[in-house]
Nanobody, 125 residues
Framework: QVQLVESGGRSVQAGGSLRLSCAAS????????IGWFRQAPGKEREFVAA????????YYTDSVKGRFTISRDNAKNTVYLQMNSLKLEDTALYHC??????????????????WGQGTQVTVSS
């Protein structure tokens, strides 16, 4: 079992920045891929960013490229999502997730095994 706890979400004005954290505990070996997803009211869960299983590569959805950065601190078992130049459309509940399947990474929420409870990001004008 893996427990994931997100933090850092809050209300912020458009153009501002936030850093989300995802702290992992339990089965925290490095042999998993980890990603950030978000879900706005009335919309499906959307892939945001991910690390590959080895941590050597990162992937982003097009709408956040150049604005968001995923990073990790293995010593702290924590993954971060630095979000800059926030837009109104970034408003959502943000979740981190970990996957232990036979993939290097995935943008599909169906291929992740453990999820945090989410942290709310609200961007206002």
């Amino acid at each position: 079992q893996v427990q994931l706890v997100e933090s850092g979400g809050r209300s912020v004005q458009a153009g501002g920045s936030l850093r989300l954290s995802c702290a992992a505990s339990g089965r925290t070996t490095s042999n998993y891929y980890i990603g950030w997803f978000r879900q706005a009211p009335g919309k499906e869960r959307e892939f945001v960013a991910a690390f590959t299983r080895t941590g050597g590569s990162t992937y982003y959805t097009d709408s956040v490229k150049g604005r968001f950065t995923i990073s990790r601190d293995n010593a702290k078992n924590t993954v971060y999502l630095q979000m800059n130049s926030l837009k109104l459309e970034d408003t959502a509940l943000y979740h981190c997730a970990a996957g232990y399947r036979a993939y290097m990474w995935s943008s599909s929420p169906n291929l992740y095994d453990y999820w945090g409870q989410g942290t709310q990001v609200t961007v206002s004008s």
